[in-house]
């Protein structure tokens, strides 16, 4: 069982912009709590609610300089009520109910400065406020509560102060340079400096070439920090550090563009579920020595004539993790996308998307083999501008084919893996007033 809610409200006045987002989702409780199956009774579990509000100002001023001033709020909340979590012999199985919600508000300035020749400079500064506003589990038994414990402390809040200074530098026609600094300033968790550098070089109308590093910060989440507090012994829960460094090259013509990317990607102090950590031998999170990733992708896009377009990609992946000298688990060496675009008249369009992964890497000691590979085919048909430009209808159709998709589940829990949705149809209607 599954539902999905959206409702989006945009004003667009000069230079003021109003965004308000209401969405709510729930699904069923397939595969239970600890990996125990439960009884299929095809009813919602699981319920989020997300509410989102912001408000942009943008500002012109004189000699080059425009500012964008923006104040953000956001509010989510999850309930799962009667999940099922272990069976009981000789009586009623155990179930939780747990509820979280987490509020979120930021509020922030971007600066940019341009000479409309050589220089494009952005300074940003952004304060971001998160609080645990609630957040409780209760183990039931007959509608009995046995127990009631908190994974996140209450009250739990995080507030980052953020700083981003950029220049782009163009000192001729073909060559464009980003210098690019971050720093997050933590209550909670060590500060972080995060740099960019990138160039691109335009050789010629048809021949592009980029090369860029990057290092981002991945923060530990409220959940993976609770391990501390939930399992003594446990060692503290540090962020991720990303760094990554591409290679690309793009080639343009008349009726089509193909590029080629080469990447490399480390990550230091991974973060990952284990069971049995000691000494109390609990499920907890912890850092692992780190990550690497070498990957290449190529892409390419051919307008086959004036009503029909074509796109597709195909990267490899080739990972491993320093802590079991193997793959990572959850991934996969090949992954191919091909889409066909055609417009047959004005305002109507037909998509269909083909989406190959290929076999999926288990954990490191489990015994089975591979999860096998598989293709879905996606299909959507869009009408835009009906009964006066004012409605648009979107319909499709998920996995067409409805093919046998899934993904793979922890040892020693379901042998045959975690089955995905078959066949899928939805539609989307837009009014713009």
């Known amino acids: 069982a599954a539902e999905d809610k959206t409702v989006i409200f945009s004003l ?24 125990y199956l439960p009884p299929d009774e095809k009813r919602i579990v699981t319920r989020n609610r997300y509410r989102t509000l912001e408000l942009k100002q943008k500002i012109d001023m004189s000699g080059g300089w425009s500012s964008e001033v923006y104040v953000g709020w956001q509010d989510n909340k999850q309930t799962k009520e009667d999940l099922y979590t272990d069976p009981a012999s000789g009586g009623d199985p155990y179930e939780v109910d747990t509820f979280y919600r987490e509020s979120r508000s930021n509020l922030g300035v971007d600066f940019k400065w341009t ?47 953020s700083t981003t200074v950029q220049e782009e530098f163009r000192p001729n026609d073909k060559l464009t340079l980003t210098f690019g600094l971050r720093y997050d300033d933590y209550n909670d968790i060590d500060s972080e400096l995060s740099p960019r550098l990138a160039a691109v070089w335009r050789r010629d109308q048809k021949n592009i070439f980029k090369v860029q590093y990057a290092r981002a910060f991945r923060p530990s989440t409220f959940y993976e920090m609770s391990s501390l507090a939930l399992y003594p012994g446990a060692s503290e829960i540090e962020g991720s550090i990303i760094s990554t460094v591409e290679f690309g090259y793009i080639h343009k013509n008349l009726n089509s563009e193909y590029g080629v990317t080469l990447f490399n990607s480390e ?89 190959y992964i290929d076999e999926t890497y288990r954990e490191f000691d489990d015994t089975r083999d591979k999860l096998g590979a598989y293709s879905t085919t996606n299909a959507t048909l ?52």
């Open 12 to 35: 667009d006045y000069e230079d003021f912009l109003l965004t308000a987002q209401l969405l709510k989702d729930g699904y069923g409780d397939h595969f239970g709590r600890n990996q």
């Open 115 to 161: 000479d409309y020749k050589k220089h494009n400079v952005l300074l940003s500064v952004e304060h971001v406020d998160i609080n645990v506003d609630h957040e409780l589990n209760e183990y039931q038994q007959s509608e009995v509560t046995l127990a009631e414990w908190y994974f996140v402390e209450p009250d739990k809040r995080r507030r980052i102060l």
């Open 267 to 355: 990550v230091d102090k991974f973060v990952e579920f284990v069971n049995a950590l000691p000494p109390t031998n609990l499920n907890g999170f912890r850092n692992t020595d780190s990550a690497e990733m070498y990957g290449l992708e190529f892409e390419l896009k051919h307008h086959l004539s004036k009503k029909l377009d074509i796109d597709a990609n195909i990267s490899y992946l080739d990972s491993n993790d320093e802590s079991t000298d193997a793959p990572l688990p959850g991934s996969t060496d090949w992954i191919a996308n091909l889409g066909v675009n055609y417009q047959p008249v004005s305002k109507t369009n037909l998509s269909i998307q083909y989406h």
């Open 382 to 433: 869009s009408l835009t501008g009906l009964y006066g430009e004012d409605i648009s209808i979107r319909l499709g159709i998920k996995n067409v084919f409805d093919q046998d998709v899934k993904y793979p589940a922890p040892m020693l829990t379901y042998l045959d893996d975690y089955p995905r949705a078959g066949r899928q149809w939805w539609l989307q209607m837009a009014y713009d007033f």
